[in-house]
């Protein structure tokens, strides 16, 4: 069954009268309701596509958190053959809310490095909803230096609310996990293209999105707080998310405007979580064509490029 969010209502209802009377016609074929069934069909479409077209930063940031919305397992499950998870920071331990690991894209040997939030409850504890600790950045620099050695692009597909921010988190040098992965972002000497296919949320995305090119799905969202923490920080009142979501500028349309990402990839009518298929297939294609882009290059030129690219953001929105 598909789950509606709370701006859905009317797109439910017309979704809900459609399934009644797709069932009452298999329950007696004798009935004649196909053109009642278009003229519902067809508004339920225009309802949808009206919706999408015009959703506040709020509603996207929901749209961004949908819990269908496909994750970094359905991506790497669709587009990468012959992937390898490879585990462990080589100093603590496992964590599963970063997944890294070595396949083909394309026919071409890379490193894909994401946040994975999990489908159910029993999945999403174990990755704890994609929000990684210390170990899970150190994980992503290994890989990272390991693919600068044998020159292979990597790959980062970013989606979490933010890095986590438990005691043990923090006693194991979450901060400074967080900037050496960073680190290692702008000092590959191969191409890194980072996409954020849900939410971007804090240091703990930027971990893995100081890339080349970064790449926004139409819906998502990226922000150096959650809409919720900005609200309960400025406005002592959590409440106001719907506010701090519109002001923070956390859009894609809105970061491509200051320059903080490259490319928006547009998303099926409905969001990415009605055909998620379409969804990904297009991601892949925006991956493959920006490291076409960066064919050749050598490391010092992707170093500068990303150089340049960071010093230069947000200097649109001031001009």
């Known amino acids: 069954m598909h789950v509606f969010l709370d701006f859905e209502t009317q797109i439910a209802d017309l979704e809900g009268k459609i ?44 749209v961004a958190r949908h819990p269908v919305r496909p994750h970094f397992t359905d991506y790497v499950g669709q587009l990468v053959e012959d992937f390898t998870p490879l585990a462990g920071d080589r100093s603590f331990g496992e964590d599963k809310a970063i997944i890294a690991g070595l396949g083909r894209f394309e026919g071409r040997s890379i490193a894909v490095i994401g946040h994975e939030k999990g489908a159910d409850t029993q999945s999403r504890l174990e990755h704890n909803f994609g929000m990684a600790r210390p170990e899970g950045y150190r994980k992503a620099a290994r890989i990272m230096a390991l693919a600068d050695r044998f020159c292979l692009p990597v790959v980062a597909l970013v989606d979490t609310t933010g890095a986590y921010p ?18 290692m972002c702008l000092s590959l000497g191969v191409p890194l293209v980072s996409v954020i296919i849900g939410e971007g949320g804090s240091g703990g995305a930027v971990a893995l999105a100081a890339a080349n090119r970064v790449l926004m799905l139409e819906h998502s969202v990226y922000s150096v707080i959650s809409p919720e923490g900005c609200a309960s920080i400025l406005w002592r009142d959590s409440e106001r998310a719907k506010d701090a979501a519109a002001a923070m500028k956390i859009t894609a349309q809105d970061l491509l405007g200051l320059k903080v990402i490259d490319q928006i990839i547009p998303e099926p009518v409905g969001g990415a979580h009605r055909d998620p298929a379409r969804a990904i297939a297009d991601t892949g294609a925006a991956i493959h064509q ?30």
Do not use: H
Request: net charge negative; hydrophobic share 35%.
């Open 166 to 183: 438990g005691r043990g988190a923090e006693e194991r040098g979450q901060a400074e996990a967080i900037a050496r992965s960073t680190e």
């Open 19 to 62: 399934e009644e009377l797709r069932q009452v016609a298999a329950q007696d074929p004798a009935m004649n309701i196909g053109e009642e069934l278009g003229k519902l069909e067809t508004k339920a479409a225009a309802q949808l596509r009206d919706t999408y077209a015009k959703l506040t930063p709020w509603q996207k940031t929901q």
């Open 290 to 319: 920006a490291l076409q882009e960066m064919e050749g290059w050598t490391g010092q030129a992707l170093r500068q490029d990303r150089r340049v690219k960071f010093l230069e953001i947000g200097r649109a929105g001031l001009v």
